[in-house]
């Protein structure tokens, strides 16, 4: 098969540089003409995914033939997805443990910088708890709905090629953004790049090895257009250390949503989400799923040999 020139064909693992490549499951979906209604953070095409493969190395697994960094970013920039917003306030309690680690790494904070920042939850809660916050983001729409509606001055465009200037940051955050993009050796290493010599990293990603993930298989919800790569254990450690960093504490990452929400996930009960009496109480009811099948990691600078 012939591939347009948005897309390229990988003879090598995109993290560990591994030749020992092999095809692991062939896609489920026309991927040669996605488009960016597809990836938006709210999409439920569960069970969608690209050609996959898989490293015998570092056991990463990875869209391939996979789209050009160029190309996804163009994609991104056109998203608009106004049911992100409309669960902010859930997204936030997701967000703020993860402050809370962070600052008992760092009680006195300073800069913390996000990567993949959506409309800005999360630095909208860390600027309102004392830190100093920047990030940046791909979709404008996004962008401009963290401009308009917490006043923050999001970054619009690509992480790896951003020149964020000289100063470095005491956190990075990637908050599901890891898994989305085709490149994320040089991802890691370029928040390795701007983070303080003590400063710590904070990445969220799906668990492929999940104990979830095992048990649903093609019905996985981590399996979506959206997602370029799966990481287990020992993939998300190889990235981390062959970037630079040491692990200093793994949990697992658990997701609040409103009852409406999640709902509209799942077919057979989306007419519950909009009954006449009961749309506003779905959406007032919160539910904590702790599904442990994402990886929460905090990671710090190693010291370069």
């Known amino acids: 098969m012939t591939h347009p020139k948005q897309f390229e064909i990988l003879d090598r693992c995109p993290v560990c540089s591994s030749s020992a490549i ?50 996804i970013h163009s994609l991104y920039r056109d998203v608009e997805d106004p049911a992100y917003e409309d669960e902010a306030e859930g997204r936030r309690q997701n967000f703020l443990p993860i402050l809370d680690v962070l600052e008992r790494f760092h009680p006195h904070k300073g800069r913390l910088f996000d990567v ?67 490149t994320p050796l040089q991802a890691a290493e370029k928040a390795r790049r701007i983070l303080s010599p003590t400063g710590t990293l904070c990445l969220v990603t799906p668990d492929a090895g999940s104990l979830a993930a095992r048990m649903m298989k093609t019905r996985w919800w981590h399996l979506r257009p959206g997602h370029l790569g799966y990481f287990n254990r020992k993939s998300i450690v190889t990235l981390l250390n062959k970037a630079g960093f040491t692990i200093a504490r793994v949990r697992r ?45 905090y990671a710090r600078k190693a010291a370069r040999r």
């Open 116 to 182: 993949g920042a959506a409309t800005g939850i999360l630095l909208h809660s860390a600027r309102s708890r004392g830190w100093s916050v920047d990030g940046i983001e791909t979709g404008l729409w996004s962008v401009r709905r963290g401009r308009e509606k917490y006043g923050l001055d999001i970054r619009a465009g690509d992480f790896i090629s951003a020149d964020l200037g000289s100063r470095l940051f005491t956190a990075v955050t990637m908050i599901d953004f890891i898994e989305h993009i085709p």
């Open 22 to 71: 092999s095809s692991f499951r062939r896609g489920t979906f026309d991927y040669l003409s996605i488009q960016a209604n597809q990836i938006k953070i709210t999409d439920k095409d569960y069970g969608k995914i690209w050609d996959l493969w898989r490293c015998a190395a570092c056991t990463y697994i990875f869209a391939n033939p996979a789209p050009t960094a160029s190309f």
């Open 253 to 297: 990452y658990a997701w609040t949503f409103s009852a409406h929400y999640l709902l509209t996930r799942i077919p057979f009960l989306a007419p519950l989400a909009e009954m006449p009496g009961l749309s506003s109480f779905w959406k007032s009811l919160r539910i904590k799923l702790g599904l442990r099948d994402s990886f929460e990691i």
